[in-house]
């Protein structure tokens, strides 16, 4: 935690997504987070590295668990943090997304952390800032901190990424932790399989480097790591599946189909689950094989990390936007 | 005389029979053996030296031995409208028509999109040990158009095939959804073509008929637009579709062109397409109305040529039972669909009789075409295959004569047709279930 010094590991003056990171940045971002997590677990979890430093968290879509981490993980770094969310805001009286980051940035921020329903809704407000923006989700494009924070489960659970077996399960077509993660495994070298009904995976998505299964016993074959995604009703316009029975009875995890896994198989989730939807709930309890609870606390150390390198970035690089 | 379970089947020898299996090419004289349920043996020399003892024999008398029939499209009416039909009448009509094999349509009440009313229906059906039964599930709950059905879980209780019956599935995006969610586990699904919009209210072809008639007529383009437009979705989707009762040239053509394209489309048609067209309405007949309506003599012709060329994969009979109160009403306002479980051989057979097409030719639309359509191990001769068999004399004239037919309801658009072709046995699972004496 080099306080001083500018970051040429990581020049990046916003962190909107992954497509676009090396496995250098990616790398040196986990390391960072490694480090923090171990800090996490001590007696004293405050530091001055962001004193006099204003982090808003601005959550145009509810969540209370993204925003409870960053907002963790910017207090234990010494940050004075404030919770926006469009409830109580000017947006509810009909202020844009661009008004409102601009009424904000005249109050200068050092950090903007963004959650919006729209995909491309951060980079445009990140256009129209001074100060750096993160990405806490938005739409179905990306959500990278989610992605990193998984990416640090797997490699403190399996030494690394290179070489997994990842299979990633469920709503594909409608998440942006699916498309993070795909960029992120790629990148550092695992191998990443879809599984889903058809409805469920977006087209072309094979040309990002993918395999795709619709048999989920077939796709769980050998796999490392089985990452289950949940069932978004909220997202979903339309028929694409017919109930929550049939989806749970064929791509639901339970242990008969998990046992095509390898013995060993670690299971993720990035909350919150739907027991009975998409993960039956013994399985989910495994805490032998689940890897859940670790995925929350990996969650406020990478976010710490991602908070330290932003806010040092920006005097120093004026590379624009990520 | 449906077949006595209880009764030991033993070893039953077809002698002096002129054996047809399109699905091999077979077309000899010959004999063929089963034994319990299956085909033991059969071809043109068993039993040249006779038959060995313990063995009982039925003499063919020289007519056709075939597989049982295979119609991919009835509509059975049970549960829910038994005073149209029943699994048992529908039964009894179908061996008198040589099928051996139906596959009913999920417009029952209530509809086939849960398991229970599959099973209710193969157990029914199995009790009544006359034809084999399945069935079609729906694509959408209720047949609404609007939320899939558990394609999945239907498939897994016995549901060989997906439809919503007399209805398309209009909304393309539905319909999108619906070929790709049934293509996650390989499923076939079923459209009835009618763009429900521009065939509403209409009550037959659209054209000089309808207008003299004074009656509201449906647009060829509604059939054309169909297809047309779920060609493309499967395209886009990777599914695989069959389009029913193909009864316009641009359709058709369509198909072929798709096929051509190695896309996964098929189709058929039914014996009205290709035996009538639209002026056998007459003065408002209601037997003839039907959908998709009889059309114009061009469109005839057009599934005459389709069926001939290979276009067209199979004829099914489209069988719609009606009772009288539902025909008997001014035409705008009779029910739509004719009955043809007995009459789907001897009209189909038209094509050998006037010399059109090959005997082999027009049982193939009959049998393995329908069968392989699909994915029914039923339709052919094979050592170990049940013993699904019809007998019929292919040239023994009749006439069709509505209330003589065994189906509950007499709505036959073929009424007083002269016909030729009569089944003389049936035979499922080894056990004689139909038979006619002379």
Redesign the interface.
Known sequence: MDGNAPNRAFAHRHLLGIEGLSADEITYLLDLADTYFEFNRGPDKKLDMLRGCTVMNLFFEDSTRTRTSFELAGKRLGGDVINMSVRSSSIKKGETVIDTAMTLNAMNPDVLIVRHPDSGAVELLSQKVTCSVINAGDGSHEHPTQALLDALTIRRRRGGLQGLKVAICGDIVHSRVARSNIHLLNTMGARVRLIA???LIPEGVERLGVEVF?DMKEGLEDCDIVMMLRLQSERMH??????I??YF??FGLDYEKLASAKPDALIMHPGPMNRGVEIDSEVADDFGRSAIREQVEMGVAVRMACLELLTLNRPETEQGNL | MAGKPSESLGRVAYVNARLVDPASGLDAPGALLTEGEVIADFGAGLFSEGVPEGIKVVDCGGHCLIPGLVDIRVQLREPGEEHKGTLASGGRAATAGGITTMVCLPNTVPVIDDMSVVEFIARRARLLGLTKVYCYGAVTKGLEGRALAEMGMLAEAGAVAFTDGVKAVGDAQVMRRALSYAGTYRLLIVQHPEESSLAEDGAMNAGETATRLGLQGIPRAAEIIIVERDIRLVEMTGGRIHFAHVSTAEAIEAVARAKARGLNVTCDTAPPYFALNETAVGDYRTFAKLSPPLRAEADRQAVVDGLKNGTIDAIASDHAPHDEDAKRLPFAQAACGGIGLETLLPVSLEFYQNGQMSLTDVLRLLTCGPADVLGLSAGRLEKGLPADLTLFDPDRAWKVVADDLLSKSKNSPFDGRPVQGRVLRTVVDGRAVYGREG
């Open positions: 009904p058809r409805t619709y339309g028929n694409f599946f017919p109930s029975r049939e009875h064929f």
